[in-house]
């Protein structure tokens, strides 16, 4: 069974470039969630999604950041005229149900480390 | 509101010496906890969790974690620490809410292992 896969697992892009990052959950997986890992700290919860809905984007900023999670295909994040500041590890992780506490916790793909240049 | 703290940002330990990890939350409700591990260049893997059920929690590569509510502590810790344990951990702190579940991390431990 394949785990969640994100990709790419590298990103260069100058300042001013968009990226956009891609994740694939575990089969089966309707609820996504993206979280950004910084140098030096820990992971901060992004956004949270369930097939085609945002339910929860309160840890996004409002600015150039957007996600999507189609009907088919994988969830996106997308990032519009990186800056320096962008530069970091995130993260997507998938479940089975919006319960992640108690019986399915979250599944983490290996992450894709943006640079901005 | 909730909140980890992880009391310390690196720890150092001999082989096959005990590991004792730190990490004390927050939170209004009952929260569930977990510990995941992280190693270099790697996604999370999740190392146990408590969810309301015993106080003293198993975990995969032989470490566990004692919930004491008492103390708001969720302290991780091994017998005997193996070369392979090096990397980092994070505490983590959780309550289910109506629009799902958010993780709350710690800023994370570096778990240093020598010869």
């Known amino acids: 069974n394949a785990g969640v896969m994100q990709n790419p697992r590298h990103l260069v892009r100058r300042r001013g470039q968009e990226a956009r990052l891609r994740c694939s959950p575990v089969k089966g997986h309707s609820h996504v969630y993206w979280y950004r890992q910084l140098p030096e700290e820990g992971l901060k919860f992004m956004v949270y999604l369930q097939k085609e809905n945002i339910i929860d984007e309160s840890g996004m900023p409002k600015e150039r950041f957007s996600a999507e999670f189609p009907k088919e295909g994988p969830s996106i994040l997308r990032i519009q005229q990186v800056v320096r500041g962008d530069s970091a590890a995130y993260f997507c992780?998938?479940?089975?149900?919006?319960?992640?506490?108690?019986?399915?916790?979250?599944?983490f793909g290996n992450g894709t480390r943006l640079t901005v240049t | 509101a909730q909140s980890v703290t992880q009391l310390d940002s690196h720890v150092s330990v001999s082989e096959g010496t005990p590991v004792l990890l730190r990490c004390n939350y927050s939170s209004s409700y009952s929260p569930s906890l977990f510990w995941y591990v992280q190693h270099p260049n790697k996604g999370l893997q999740l190392l146990l969790k408590y969810t309301s059920a015993a106080t003293l929690v198993k975990g995969i590569n032989g470490f566990e974690a004692e919930f004491k509510k008492s103390e708001t502590s969720f302290h991780l810790t091994k017998p005997s620490a193996h070369m392979s344990d090096a990397a980092e951990y994070f505490c983590v702190v959780t309550i289910l809410t109506g629009g799902g579940n958010k993780l709350t991390f710690g800023t994370g431990t570096q778990l240093k292992v020598e010869l």
């Open positions: 992780a998938s479940s089975p149900t919006a319960d992640t506490a108690s019986n399915s916790p979250l599944h």
